[in-house]
């Protein structure tokens, strides 16, 4: 072998004087010889002396330096004489000739791929992605982030079935979308197999890829593998037998964890998973349903040899129409293009992203996607349409052929192998004044969002993305409700004009996000709701359409704590590990879980909870939380049918137990229901919502479901922060029935504030559009201790020393309704939690940090007053609380309302909940410091209409 590379490499070397353009200094291009010429010059990196012709070889037959006429078309097509195959290169790894004459039917191939075969259209896809419409398979897509599929039902394209999963499977850009996953295939999957009948395929980079997506799958659709199969015991448990446990079956799987109930909890209550999850796996035909009846795979191959390239589809033939005197000049001008081509391609490979045809089939791996309908035998002829796609080393570009039934291109395509997420993209319909400029922005993005790519890579950024939200909009604020609920998404996974479910349960000020979706951290904090604010997430179940956002969350941002069952704890950890491929000790380690035992209350942030087990296709949960009198049910997911739980009861899938359990779920008192409501049988039918009793419906919102009938009595939750329930108020009453309902109420633990009457509170009977409009709440919880505090009598010199040489205005004796936040046992947690996050505070010790808690003081104060002058910012520092604050020129006095518009426009700093100013030490980023150029002549005031709550250590 070492021989004939030192042949071929003085073969290379010759004649490189006669290859030489005139002006063309590249050492690195190839000249092809026309189909009738008789000499083929090389130029090479070598000496410049001419090498005599060496002994002619199978091998040396690919660059051959002098061939009669008759010697033409092996000239042309270089074979081995023994096997009939084109000879590959001698460089181990596949690649292009691009130092070796180019045939020249390779020649009129590259010719006929670069000039007769048009380009596919690309359709930029909103959420991140591509898709391309195929003669042979319909629409291919490329990504696969969260609810993708919506994107093309609101673009109006058929939901592609074959997906090309991307090699790097999670967003790793910096920005919202960091962390989201890119190959969410679950409801593609489900779309594909429950609405249009058909299987999804899946082009995946690596077997290791298949098996992780397979591991993924079997989780999510058919559930944890203990309540499918027996256990796997090592070689000391081998000899012990379990199959008396309560918790194991006769078949040696397990019905149920004992981790998930308290010891008390009712033996007859608890589901038997082994037989629920089975009941829903299976079909209509009586079949069970296992992974391959939804997901076919397809792999991208190393072409091994020649014969495998010569399958691959072909450009069309060129038909010259020339006469045969003057063939071999119109021969000689095309090739002589041709290479001048090859030379600006292959030479320079940096001045261009086009390939030829010989190269694409050459280094890029391939796979082949046949139509569902293909015959095996047309197959096997290579007599079928299909679609052949190459994956370019290291996976940073695609290119796609649509190829007909004789084997001949009829369409390309290349496109990037970096999905692009919008950094704009957002929960939709989180409220309304932001749902119209979502819908305004993606009705101009689907006139354009079609591009060509026939130039090289395709921008991304052009089509389909979110823009931001306009600059000039003023700063949102949000006052979070001591007891409530917010509404992110109200819909499924197959309503394109709506997000899927997600809430944010407020407790105490503080934020517990319920199964959010994707993208909802970024968009609360567009509606002025800082990470920090989120505390907590509670997971009801494993499907994308509730666990795709939880992962981004515990991923990015705040740390946070996980709260769900031990079941669906570890389901969640072995899916997102399987995925991200990402070890599981690791991903334990990005966040704080908190077991939910079903059977045992659990106190979180002044809340108490009580879970139980839904009847889902896979263990999820619902929950019962209670807050100072005040409750609300959220149900999950889950199958509500009482005649339906009662034949399963006869079917021995549930006992009778388990089944009283699932009625009592939505009929318990409480002042809120949030239902679910779906198609049967994984979800509960909307007849059964409207078959219960009116003291029931009147508390209820209809959730996860995209509309209701015209008509129907039910009512669908609200979705945005405008919406949000507040459960902490009830409507104004005379002074004389607050009273009377004052010494009437029971306080139901020594932990629960009775509310004192005070003059503020009298004040909301005269004036209530104070909080809301004609309907609106006061709150009923307040600190039974805030009136001997310094928030309700504050003096007008308390905190002079912040605002300095400034005008403070002296503070009414209403306080402001933030600081009317009934006080909790986590709050001192909360601020140690603010104060972490200051650079140096959270490297103190801990003696130092008790300290600093000690001498801080919460401290709060109404709309557009002065919270630290200009004179004062670089010596103080000033955590926020709640409510937001903005910048504001010392001098003007104007109402804040009327410089909000300059500000806003001015692009002035902003701080809400979780934000501080303070000195540059103390606050890394200039804008928000005591250092910026605005600093000495901007006070930060107060911005929240409810006003502002502060922490000044």
């Not at 192998?417 to 400029?437: A, K, M, P, R, T």
């Not at 591009?451 to 950024?461: I, L, M, T, V």
């Not at 019962?624 to 079917?651: C, I, Q, Y």
Request: include cysteine.
């Amino acid at each position: 072998m070492a021989k004939k590379i030192s042949t071929l490499k003085k073969v290379f070397q010759r004649n490189k004087q006669s290859a030489s353009t005139p002006g063309d200094s590249s050492t690195d291009n190839i000249e092809v010889i026309a189909p009738n010429s008789t000499e083929t010059s090389l130029a090479t990196n070598g000496d410049d002396a001419a090498t005599p012709p060496a002994p002619q070889s199978a091998a040396e037959n690919c660059s051959s330096s002098t061939r009669g006429p008759a010697d033409s078309n092996s000239m042309a097509t270089p074979r081995n004489s023994n096997i009939g195959e084109v000879v590959p290169p001698i460089n181990p790894m596949p690649s292009p000739p691009l130092t070796m004459a180019i045939p020249s039917s390779e020649q009129q191939m590259d010719i006929a791929y670069e000039t007769l075969i048009p380009t596919l259209p690309i359709h930029n896809l909103p959420r991140g992605g591509v898709s391309i419409q195929t003669q042979a398979c319909g629409f291919v897509q490329f990504g696969i982030p969260p609810e993708t599929i919506k994107d093309s039902m609101k673009l109006g394209l058929e939901v592609p079935s074959v997906y090309i999963v991307p090699v790097d499977r999670f967003c790793r850009e910096m920005g919202p979308a960091l962390g989201v996953n890119l190959a969410e295939f679950e409801f593609p999957a489900y779309f594909n197999f429950f609405i249009q009948r058909r299987k999804c395929t899946l082009v995946v980079d690596s077997v290791d890829a298949e098996r992780n997506i397979r591991r993924v799958f079997s989780e999510t659709l058919l559930g944890p593998a203990q309540f499918r199969e027996p256990e796997k015991k090592s070689a000391e448990q081998s000899g012990i037998q379990d199959n008396g446990a309560p918790s194991v079956n006769a078949l040696g799987i397990r019905k149920y964890e004992e981790e998930d109930f308290a010891p008390d909890f009712p033996r007859e209550a608890i589901p038997d998973f082994y037989k629920e999850l089975q009941h829903f796996r299976i079909m209509p035909n009586g079949q069970e349903l296992v992974l391959e009846t939804l997901l076919k795979f397809c792999h991208f191959e190393s072409a091994p040899d020649s014969d495998f390239r010569d399958t691959l589809g072909s450009p069309p033939q060129i038909m010259p129409k020339v006469s045969s005197a003057d063939a071999g000049n119109g021969d000689a001008d095309t090739s002589a293009s041709h290479t001048t081509a090859n030379r600006k391609s292959i030479g320079k490979k940096t001045a261009s992203k086009s390939l030829t045809y010989s190269q694409i089939r050459w280094i890029g791996d391939v796979a082949k996607i046949y139509p569902s309908d293909a015959p095996p035998e047309q197959i096997a002829a290579n007599k079928t349409k299909r679609v052949e796609i190459f994956k370019m080393p290291s996976g940073t570009d695609y290119i796609l052929h649509d190829i007909d039934e004789n084997n001949t291109i009829v369409g390309k395509v290349r496109f990037s192998g970096n999905v692009q997420v919008s950094e704009g993209i957002s929960v939709i319909g989180l409220d309304g004044e932001h749902q119209s400029l979502s819908q305004r922005q993606l009705k101009i993005e689907t006139e354009s969002t079609v591009s060509s790519g026939s130039e090289g890579y395709e921008d991304d950024d052009r089509g389909g993305s979110i823009s931001h939200f306009s600059e000039s909009m003023l700063p949102p604020t949000f006052h979070p409700p001591s007891f409530g609920v917010t509404v992110l998404g109200n819909s499924h996974g197959f309503d394109k004009s709506g997000s899927t479910s997600g809430y944010v349960l407020w407790i105490n000020g503080r934020g517990v996000m319920i199964d959010p979706p994707p993208y909802s951290s970024a968009t609360l904090e567009r509606e002025g709701i800082r990470p920090r604010t989120i505390v907590g997430i509670i997971l009801t179940h494993c499907h994308a359409d509730h666990d795709a956002g939880a992962f981004q969350k515990v991923l990015t941002g705040s740390p946070v704590v996980v709260i769900t069952t031990p079941t669906i704890y570890n389901s969640f950890i072995r899916k997102y590990a399987a995925l991200s491929s990402l070890s599981p000790a690791l991903l334990k380690h990005s966040h704080r879980y908190k077991p939910a035992v079903i059977g045992e209350p659990l106190r979180f942030q002044g809340a108490t909870f009580h879970f139980t087990y839904t009847l889902h296709s896979i263990p999820c949960v619902g929950f019962r939380v209670d807050w100072r009198g005040r409750s609300m049910v959220f149900t999950g997911d889950h199958f509500n049918n009482p005649p339906a739980l009662e034949k399963l009861v006869e079917k021995g899938v549930l006992s009778k137990q388990r089944a009283a359990d699932l009625n009592h779920l939505p009929v318990q008192e409480t002042d809120l229901l949030l239902h679910e409501a779906g198609a049967p049988p994984i979800h509960t039918p909307l007849d059964v919502l409207l078959k219960l009793p009116l003291e029931v419906k009147k508390r209820l919102y209809v959730v996860h479901t995209s509309a209701l009938p015209e008509g129907c009595e039910l009512r669908v939750a609200p979705t945005g922060t405008a919406g949000t329930i507040r459960l902490d108020k009830i409507r104004p009453v005379s002074s004389s029935n607050l009273s009377q309902m004052q010494i009437q109420r029971k306080r139901p633990s020594i932990f629960e504030s009775t509310p004192k009457q005070s003059p503020f509170l009298n004040s909301l009977e005269t004036s209530p559009s104070m909080f809301e409009d004609d309907n609106t709440c006061m709150l009923q919880d307040v600190d039974e201790y805030a009136e001997e505090s310094e928030l309700f009598n504050p003096s007008p010199n308390m905190y002079a020393h912040l605002g300095g040489s400034a005008t403070v205005p002296a503070k009414p004796f209403a306080p402001p309704p933030v600081s009317l936040r009934p006080t909790s046992s986590s709050d001192a947690w909360f601020i140690l939690n603010l104060l972490s996050a200051v650079p140096f505070l959270s490297s103190l010790s801990y003696t130092t940090t008790m300290e600093v808690l000690e001498t801080a003081r919460v401290v709060a104060y109404c709309c557009d007053e002065v919270v630290l002058a200009a004179d004062r910012r670089n010596e103080y520092l000033v955590v926020v609380w709640e409510g937001a604050c903005v910048e504001r020129e010392t001098k003007r006095q104007t109402a804040l309302s009327s410089s909000m518009t300059d500000d806003g426009k001015g692009g002035n700093a902003v701080w809400y909940a979780g934000d501080w100013t303070g000195p540059r030490v103390l606050q890394p980023e200039k804008r928000f410091s005591g250092d910026s150029s605005s600093s000495v002549t901007h006070d930060v005031v107060a911005m929240s209409a409810e006003g502002v709550k502060v922490s000044v250590p």
